[in-house]
C-alpha cells in the first residue's frame, strides 16, 4: 500500500515538472540532418552552402522547406544560394552575415571545410555575430577516399578560433544548434555546430525538436537591440550613442542650417536626452524635421534611425551597412596586427564560455534538457573514466551502465564545448580519478593534448596558483588514448569494454586502436612468418590493439533487431526511414536505425538496420552482429551473401 502511495506521489510529482516545462519539445522521428535543417529553417535569414556528403542534406531540407514558401520565427522568407564550391560558400556566408540584422549559416564537412579553411580564419576574424556553421564530421581523404565520419574537419577548425559545440545525437544536434545562435550573437564569435558524419547526421532515433515559439522566444529578434553584453562590445558599438551621433551630425552641417533652428534641434536633444536615446523607432523624428532644410531631412532620418541606443547594439550587427559605408578587412602592419589579435582574444573570445553556459542554461530552463560545456556520466565515483565526445559516448554509456552493475567503478565524460576548451569543469569532474582513457576519432590526437594540458595545469597549480580558475590536483591520472572509428570502422561493445580494462590492468597501454588487429592469432606458415618479421622490426604494433571478447546483450528487455539485405536503388533507405516511423508510432517504443553507407554505386549489396527497444537505445556506432529479423527484397541474396549470419538463437 505504501509503495503504491510512493509511486502515485512520484508520478504526480513528475507530471507536475512536466507541466512546469513551458517547452517540452515535439516529439518526432528524426535523423541529425534533419534535426539541425529544422532549426536553421526556423531561425534562418539565409543560407549559402555547397554540396559534400555528409552534410549535404541539411541545406536540401533547409531549401525544400525554403521553396514551398518557409518562413522563419519573425515572418521572414529567407534565402539561398548555392554557388561554386565550398570556398565560395564561406565566403558568400560570411559576406551575407556582415549585413547584419540575420542569422545565417553554412552546411559543410571534411575537404569543404578545408577547401573554405581562409575564409573560415577570415570570418572568426571578423568577429560575425550569428553566424554558424553546421558541420557532420568526416575524414579527410589521406591514402584513400573515405566519406564516413572522423574528427579530421572539426580539429582542422580549431586554429582559425571558431567556438566548437559537439553533439552526440540528433536530439542533442538540435539543442546545440539553438544554442549556438544564441552563443555567435551574444559572443559575435562564429559557432561550429558539429555532429558525427553519418553515426549521427544519418542516424535515426527519437527527438523532440524545439518549437518555433521557444526558439522565437529564446534566441530573440535579430534585428533587435540588446544592452551591449560586455564592456568591449559596448566600446565598439554603443559607447556614446544616438545622441551624440546626432549632435555630431549637426556639428558636420551647421554652415547648411539657419542658426535659429540650430538653436532649437541642440536645446530639443539635450532636454529629451533620454528619450530620443531610446527612441530607436523614430517616432520623434517628425518633431525635429520642421527646423531642417529639406535636403537635409532624409540625411537626418537615417542618422537618428541607423544610430545606437547609447549602451546597446543590434543583436545581430551590421558591419557592412550600404547606408553607412564602412571598411573592413584592409591591411594592417607591424605594430597594429598583433594588437588586433590580442584585443580579438582579451576582449572578446575571453567571453565565450560564459556566454556558453548562460545559453545552455536558459534552453534548459525553457526546455527542462539541461545542457553543460562538460557533462558526465556515472562519473562523480568512478576511478576509471573515459572522455569523449560525439555519439560515441551514448555507447560509452550503454557499456558503462553494463559494468556497472558488475560492480566496476567506470564513467563516462562527454565534451559539448570543444573550443575554447572547458579545462576548469574537466577537471573537476576527473579530480581524484585514476586512470582516463581519451576516445579519438582521429589519428590527430587533439582531444588528447586538450585533456592532458587540463591536468597538467591543474597539477601545476598544486601549492602555487599560476592558472587562474583551474582547480588543483595533486597527481596526474594515467591518461591513455584510444583512436576508434576512423572512416566508421566497425565499433562494438566488447571493444570500449577492452578500453576499460585496459585501465585496469598493470599495463594500462598509452595508445590503442580500437577494433584494429595488428597480428593474427591463428596465422598460416607464410602469414605467421611475415608477422614476425614485421613484430622483430615494430614491436610496438602488438601492443597497439586489445584483446576482446564476446559483446555483451546491453538492450533492454523486448528489444530486436532488424537487418534488411538489399540492393542500391532499390529504394532501401527511404523503405527503412518509412518503416521505422511505422513501427515506433504502432508498437509505441523506441527506435534506432541507419543505412550502411559505403562507396559502392547503385546494383550492389547494402544493409539497413532497425532497433526498436522499450527503452531508449543508446548504441550507435556498432554493426548489428545478431539480429531478430531479417527483411530482403532481393531474390538473389543468398547468392552474394548469408542473409541469416547472426539470427539470434532466442
Known sequence: MLNELEDRINNGTQKSAEKRIKYPGMPVVIHGNGAIAHVMGQVCGGVIGYPITPSTEISEIFESFRAQGGCNVWGKHPFFFEPEGEHSAQSGALGAALTGGKYISNASSSQGILYGLESHYVTVGKRVGGFV???????????????????????????????????????????????????????????????????????????????????????????????????????????????????????????????????????????????????????????????????????????????????????????????????????????????????????????????????????????????????????????????????????????????????????????????????????????????????????????????????????????????????????????????????????????????????????NIPLFYLGSQFFSSNPSPRIAALQERLRAAYPETEFMALETESNPHLLPPGAFRIRFHSVGGYGTIATGKLLTDILAGVLEVHSKSAPKYGSEKSGAPTNFFITLSPEPIKITNAELEEVEIVVSPDHMVFSHTNPLRGMAED
Open 133 to 507: 556553421l553546421q558541420v557532420a564530421a568526416r575524414v579527410v581523404s589521406r591514402h584513400s577516399l573515405n566519406v564516413m565520419a572522423g574528427h579530421d574537419d572539426v580539429y582542422a577548425l580549431l586554429p582559425s578560433g571558431y567556438t566548437i559545440l559537439f553533439g552526440s545525437n540528433p536530439q542533442e544536434a538540435a539543442d546545440l544548434a539553438a544554442i549556438s545562435y544564441k552563443v555567435s550573437a551574444l559572443s559575435l564569435i562564429p559557432v561550429a555546430n558539429a555532429m558525427d558524419g553519418f553515426a549521427t547526421s544519418h542516424m535515426q532515433s527519437e527527438a523532440l525538436m524545439p518549437e518555433p515559439e521557444l526558439l522565437k522566444e529564446f534566441l530573440g529578434d535579430p534585428e533587435s537591440r540588446i544592452k551591449a553584453p560586455t564592456l568591449a562590445q559596448e566600446l565598439l558599438f554603443g559607447a556614446k550613442g544616438r545622441v551624440h551621433q546626432l549632435q555630431q551630425f549637426l556639428q558636420r552641417h551647421q554652415q547648411d542650417i539657419r542658426a535659429a533652428d540650430l538653436d532649437q534641434l541642440r536645446r530639443y536633444l539635450e532636454e529629451r536626452a533620454d528619450q530620443v536615446e531610446s527612441d530607436n523607432s523614430g517616432e520623434q523624428i517628425e518633431h525635429t524635421l520642421p527646423w531642417l532644410p529639406d535636403e537635409l531631412r532624409a540625411q537626418w532620418r537615417r542618422q537618428w534611425l541607423n544610430a545606437y541606443e547609447k549602451g546597446t547594439r543590434q543583436l545581430v550587427p551590421a558591419l557592412v551597412d550600404v547606408n553607412n559605408p564602412g571598411l573592413t578587412g584592409g591591411v594592417q602592419n607591424q605594430p597594429d596586427f598583433q594588437a588586433g589579435a590580442v584585443d580579438h582574444h582579451t576582449h572578446f573570445a575571453r567571453d565565450v564560455p560564459r556566454f556558453v553556459t548562460q545559453a545552455m542554461q536558459e534552453y534548459g530552463e525553457l526546455t527542462g534538457r539541461v545542457y553543460t560545456p562538460v557533462m558526465s556520466y556515472m562519473a562523480d565515483d568512478a576511478e576509471h573514466v573515459i572522455v569523449a565526445m560525439g555519439s560515441v559516448t551514448d555507447d560509452a554509456e550503454a557499456v558503462v551502465s553494463y559494468l556497472r552493475r558488475q560492480g566496476k567503478k567506470v564513467g563516462v565524460v562527454s565534451i559539448k564545448l570543444l573550443s575554447p576548451f572547458p579545462e576548469a569543469d574537466l577537471v573537476r569532474v576527473l579530480k581524484g580519478k585514476k586512470a582516463v582513457t581519451v576516445l579519438e576519432r582521429c589519428d590527430v590526437t587533439a582531444l588528447t593534448g586538450l585533456v592532458t594540458q587540463a591536468l597538467f595545469k591543474a597539477l601545476e597549480n598544486n601549492g602555487l596558483i599560476r592558472h587562474l580558475g583551474i582547480p588543483s590536483i595533486e597527481s596526474l591520472p594515467k591518461i591513455s588514448t584510444g583512436v576508434f572509428g576512423l572512416g566508421a570502422h566497425d565499433l562494438q561493445s566488447r571493444h570500449l569494454i577492452a578500453a576499460f580494462r585496459n585501465m585496469e590492468s598493470a599495463t
